[in-house]
């Protein structure tokens, strides 16, 4: 199975400022006929299921607010929140497509500072 | 609005069994494949098992694989997972999750695009 590792495991960002977590693949993710990345990033609040955030590694899923992009490429993939807002207070993970069984981050915790 | 609303969850034995329920609406549910994928408590993510739009294709996790089997009922809208052998290792809440880029019979890459609110399921003596 593919081993996705985020970093940080937590962090703490002022209202406004730029908060940023990475996720580490075990194996490249990037598909050639495709011309894609098969990496996703979800946001889970507390006590609500996750909700998909981006997906090809950068395109962000309907309704996301453009304050968070995606980037990366190989094993090394990036989620950005360019201004936290108050309800961007969440755990994120990452996930990973390209193989069976789909496999998560375990999760980065996003709180205010 | 599409909604997808998990049931049947609840306390039971280890080595006892279960079937959870998934109703769908909102969306031709006969055109997504949909997704088991279980958080056990105050834990990450774990994907549980899989099924294409007619049902003609399975895949599940190695930690359920012979114990649960995941089956649809397209005319009824519904997804359903029995669940055999149940351990301590299998509490968790259970989410029904549609996939957000599978809609022919044969795919390759899922992500998740819509997520039930889950069903909890304990495993206790």
Known sequence: DIVLTQFPD???VSLGERATV?????????????????LAWYQQRPGQPPKLLIYWASTRASGVPDRFSGSGSG???TLTISSLQAEDVALYYCQQYYTTPPT?????KVELK | EVQLVESGGGLVQPGGSLRLSCAASGFTFSSYWIHWVRQAPGKGLLWVSRINIDGSHTSYADSVKGRFTISRDNAKNTLYLQMNSLGADDTAVYYCVRDGHCTTTSCFGNWFDSWGQGTLVTVSS
């Open chain 1, 10 to 12: 937590s962090l703490a």
């Open chain 1, 104 to 108: 998560f981050g375990q999760g980065t």
């Open chain 1, 75 to 77: 094993t090394d993939f």
């Open chain 1, 22 to 38: 990475t996720c580490k693949s075990s194996l490249g993710v990037f598909y050639p006929s495709d011309n894609k990345h098969f």
